[in-house]
């Protein structure tokens, strides 16, 4: 099995088909999702403007719901 260096294209990149308005290019844009915090409730992310790059919305996702398990007498 030859090696040819680790060039693996890891190109599994979570592209979703998410437009919203952008204020600067006022007009619906396709946008980029950028983690920012990864919160006890969820993980926040943000939009970001594939053009101009400004942030236009943000959006927390409950994806891993942590249980808890309360032992009441
Ligand atoms: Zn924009």
Redesign the pocket.
């Known amino acids: 099995m030859a090696d040819f260096g680790g060039n693996a294209t890891e190109g599994y990149e979570q592209f979703e088909a998410t437009s919203l308005y952008?204020?600067?290019?006022k007009e619906t844009?396709p946008v980029r999702k950028k983690l920012l915090l990864i919160l006890p409730e969820g993980d926040e992310y943000e939009y970001l403007?594939i053009?101009?790059?400004?942030s236009?919305g943000i959006k927390l996702e409950k994806g891993k719901e942590k249980v808890k398990i309360l032992l009441e007498p």
């Open positions: 952008c204020p600067h290019c844009v403007c053009r101009c790059g400004s236009v």
